[in-house]
């Protein structure tokens, strides 16, 4: 099974994009980021899990995490 997360910009208010760090720690995949400094709060950003399995066919979920930027 594979596991990633990324920033979904069509559904986002913040214009800009969000440097992602990724990491494993057992089964699970982790994901920090930082609120730019110039997202205004009000705006949202939204990152995507993409998980895909190791089946034949192979199947993929998507689960969307919603962060908006608080003052």
Same mark, same amino acid.
């Given at each position: 099974?594979?596991s990633?997360?990324?920033?979904?910009?069509?559904?986002?208010?913040?214009?800009?994009?969000?440097? &992602?760090?990724? $990491?494993?720690?057992?089964?699970?995949?982790?994901?920090?980021?930082?609120?730019?400094?110039?997202a !205004?709060? *009000?705006?949202?950003?939204?990152?995507? &899990?993409?998980? $895909?399995?190791?089946?034949?066919?192979?199947?993929?979920?998507?689960?969307?995490?919603?962060?908006? !930027?608080? *003052?």
């Amino acid at each position: 099974m594979t596991s990633t997360w990324w920033q979904y910009g069509d559904a986002d208010t913040y214009p800009g994009t969000v440097a &992602l760090t990724q $990491t494993s720690q057992a089964r699970h995949r982790i994901a920090t980021f930082r609120v730019p400094q110039d997202a !205004v709060p *009000g705006q949202t950003i939204h990152l995507i &899990l993409q998980t $895909t399995d190791n089946g034949s066919p192979a199947l993929t979920s998507y689960q969307c995490v919603v962060f908006t !930027v608080k *003052g």
